[in-house]
């Protein structure tokens, strides 16, 4: 797990978890994320995901989620179905280097917001990311207000 936040004190965009098995694309996005303002923490695959997400205080400190969905011990298809249950007030973005138009269309179903094929222009993932987050604003939990 890794953790990269933005040196712009109070210019936070919004906190994002990117769970991907490769160590280069997550390096890639989290870069391209945190120079456009957002705090990045990082999870190589489902399980660490699950288990960053009950180790932070307030799960719902995070606006967005990418994930990918080729990845060892829990595949991201498991991954998504488990946030979208546990986590439904934010938003999570599929990322695949293997399109599937029939999984596609069975993430949306479940709420995913967007499904991104690999690799992603800088200018979409900061489009879809912005999207997500100001989405997540939009559905605050009414608990926590």
Known sequence: M???????AGGRQ????????????RKSISLTLTSAGYDVVTAEDGEQAIKLLGELEDPPTIDAIL???????????????????EYPIVPVV???????VELAVSLMRQGVLDF??????????????????DQKAMRKDPVAS
């Open 67 to 85: 994930c990918d969905l080729r990845m060892p011990k829990m595949n991201g298809a498991e991954a998504v179905t488990y946030f979208r249950r």
């Open 94 to 100: 599929v990322l695949t280097a293997y399109p599937d």
């Open 116 to 133: 991104l094929v690999k690799p992603v222009l800088q200018d979409e993932l900061l489009t879809v990311v912005k999207r997500a987050v």
């Open 2 to 8: 890794e953790r990269q936040t933005t040196a712009a």
């Open 14 to 25: 919004g906190r994002v978890l990117v769970v991907d098995d490769v160590a280069i694309v």
